[in-house]
Each structure stands twice: as C-alpha cells, then as structure tokens.
C-alpha cells in the first residue's frame, strides 16, 4: 500500500484559494488513481477529484467543476488540489487516497491519508 500525508489546509475567506497537497511513499505510487474526498461535521465522505496514473483522464465531483483543479507529479510522487473560489461550503477535512482498481474514479481506493482541515469563512 502506499502511505500518504497531505497538507495545505488552513483557514481562507469565501472566494480565496488554498493548494492542497499530498505527498506518497512506498507502494506503487505512479501506477495508482489519485483521488481527493472530503468530509464535513456530520456528513458523509464525498468525492471531489480524482486522476488517472499517467494524467490522462480526471474526474470532478459537479460541486467543485471550474473552480478545483488536480494534478499529480510522479516523478516527485506528489499529486495537489488547487481550490479556487471556495465557498464556505467547502469547508471539510480532505483527505487523499489512492488505488491501482478504481472504479468510475470514485471506488476502490485502498489508501487513505489522515487528511487536512480546510475552513472557509463567509
């Protein structure tokens, strides 16, 4: 499995950006989907982005289209979520997972990182 530590969080005003990032050791990093998810106070997980191994195909959930953007570095085995836009209602802890059988972008992932605190203040 591949370990995974993400940071970048913080507090940020409604309309402000914050880069989220995820650093990934050990296993098999460059042949894994990435995928972000995060999870508010008495919700569910949800998906927010996810890419293929080689960049070629990625994946927004429709709350974050146009405004987040992921990427991955496997040469330096990062991938990042840049949020612009936020809204308070982005407001969650995002976590980080990875998986070499993924499915639809959003199932499969045996990875997880602990995740990053994202406060977003109207």
């Known amino acids: 499995q591949v370990q995974l530590v993400e940071s970048g969080g913080g507090l940020v005003q409604a309309g402000g950006s914050l880069r989220l990032s995820c650093a990934a050791s050990g296993g098999t990093f460059s042949r894994s989907t990435m995928g972000w998810f995060r999870q508010a106070p008495g919700k569910e997980r949800e998906f927010v982005a996810a890419?293929?191994?080689?960049?070629?195909?990625?994946d927004y959930a429709d709350s974050v289209k146009g405004r987040f953007a992921i990427s991955r570095d496997n040469a330096k085995n990062m991938v990042y979520l840049q949020m612009n836009s936020l809204k308070p209602e982005d407001t969650a802890v995002y976590s980080c997972?990875?998986?070499?059988?993924?499915?639809?972008?959003?199932?499969?992932?045996?990875?997880w990182g602990q995740g990053t605190q994202v406060t977003v203040s109207s």
């Open positions: 890419i293929r191994w080689n960049s070629a195909n990625l």
């Open positions: 997972a990875a998986g070499q059988y993924v499915a639809a972008f959003r199932w499969g992932y045996d990875s």
